[in-house]
């Protein structure tokens, strides 16, 4: 379960897939080598600096940092929860069970391992809707953790020769055998996994990992403040908040 705290804004433009030759600070210029899709349209190669792609990050960057900035305020004020946002010391791995009437993925499937443990994460999986979009679906798992875990995500549909995580700049490291993605975690981030040769666009089956810190502030269900959603697929039509209320 989620706590919706604030707005997110999610910007979405043209769709460019280009490898950046060498890395860029905030602000800086990238070299990009590869090839730029508009959606419904043709593709253009790529071999040099795309400004409007550098502008369009900076402005994500900036926004996630000025939400960021937001939610420590926000959480500053909260009457229930650690307001300071410590995690446990101890390393733990929380997974969220699947919904009634909500098949899993038939394309892939994820495993958490910790301390000699293994944890099944259930895989969600939703069709394409957008007419000309190349992707057929999309797939994702979530899970919240504290400490290392080594996540393996097997791939269901179809042979494979490798894999990667993005984004690269993380720098994780992949093994691969026999149709599974293995790597490991030890910070909360939220990665694409790929499974060569489709690597690039566009990923016929993109597959995405929520690795969540756990959460903290979780406000009581009795709290008359609190819209408190349990775990299930609500159908709630239109709901009229009201100040300082939290939708949990």
Not at 45 to 53: H, S, T
Not at 86 to 103: E, N
Request: hydrophobic share 35%; charged share 20%.
């Amino acid at each position: 379960m989620k706590r919706l705290a604030l707005p997110f804004v999610v910007a979405v433009g043209v769709l460019l897939v280009a490898v950046p030759a060498q890395a860029r600070g905030h602000g800086g210029t990238t070299r990009y080598h590869g090839t730029e899709y508009a959606l419904g349209g043709a593709s253009t190669p790529i071999d040099g600096p795309v400004p409007e792609a550098d502008a369009l990050a900076d402005s994500i960057t900036d926004a996630g940092r000025q939400t960021l900035e937001e939610v420590a305020r926000e959480r500053e004020k909260l009457r229930y929860g650690g307001a300071d946002g410590s995690l446990s010391s101890t390393s733990q791995v929380v997974t969220y069970p699947q919904p009634a009437g909500i098949p899993a993925s038939d394309q892939y499937a994820v495993t958490i391992r910790q301390a000699g443990r293994e944890h099944d994460s259930f895989v969600f999986k939703a069709d394409a809707r957008r007419p000309g979009n190349r992707e057929q679906d999309t797939s994702w798992t979530s899970f919240s953790f504290s400490g290392k875990v080594t996540i393996s995500v097997r791939k269901l549909q179809g042979d494979s020769t490798g894999c990667l995580v993005r984004p690269l700049s993380l720098g994780i490291r992949t093994a691969f055998a026999g149709n599974v993605c293995t790597f490991r975690l030890s910070h909360p981030a939220n990665i694409s996994v790929e499974f060569a040769p489709n690597t690039t666009n566009p990923v016929l089956h993109p597959m995405l990992v929520f690795a969540n810190p756990l959460e903290a502030d979780v406000p009581a269900a009795d709290d008359p403040d609190v819209l408190y959603l349990g775990p299930g697929v609500h159908h709630l039509g239109t709901v009229q908040l009201h100040s300082n209320q939290t939708v949990y």
